[in-house]
């Protein structure tokens, strides 16, 4: 027999070589793709940790779309937080459509100081409530009737004989 020839192994020593580590596995063989679902059927990958009441909850909110309107009523039920215990007691949020936050305030001399801090506000509500959605705010005095806001105000001077 000419030495380039090597004589076949059966097949029972063949595979007591290989489970010995002193042949190489056959390299034929293909492997099972994974498909994604299996991550879902293994018992100790990621993900399958029980998660708390918070999580469950905040993904909740998420997927349904919830998170604006609830950082909403925490805008209105933090503003004491935000605007300061002080301000707080004198005005107080009422609206807040098309990212315009409108806050009433008890005399026009609040309304004013708050028009001058409307900036640091602004920032303050950002920061604490980005879902809100709040990009300016509004400061109005005291509800008195006036004759030149809203959707139906005619042009004009408006009634003159109202008041007196």
């Known amino acids: 027999m000419p030495e380039d020839e090597v004589e076949p ?26 498909r994604d679902d299996d991550d879902e059927n293994q018992p100790f ?25 609830l950082a909403r009523e925490d805008l209105v039920l933090q503003w004491e937080q935000v605007a300061g215990e002080e301000t707080a007691r004198h005005a107080a949020p009422v609206a807040l459509s ?10 026009t001399a609040w309304a004013k ?16 409530f980005p879902d809100a959605g709040v990009e300016n705010v509004r400061f109005i005095g005291p509800d008195v009737p006036s004759w030149k806001w809203g959707p139906r105000a005619v042009p004009g001077r408006g009634p003159r004989d109202t008041y007196g």
């Open 98 to 107: 098309d990212g315009l936050l409108t806050v009433q305030c008890d005399s």
């Open 45 to 69: 990958t990621a993900g399958r940790d029980p998660k708390g009441l918070g999580d469950a909850l905040a993904d909740l909110t998420r997927q349904s779309g919830w998170n604006s309107q």
């Open 113 to 128: 100081n708050l028009q001058l801090m409307r900036g640091a506000i602004v920032t303050e509500l950002m920061s604490r």
């Open 9 to 34: 192994v059966p097949e029972t020593i063949s595979t007591y070589l290989r489970l010995r580590g002193l042949e190489p596995s056959p390299r034929g063989k293909r492997r099972r793709r994974r």
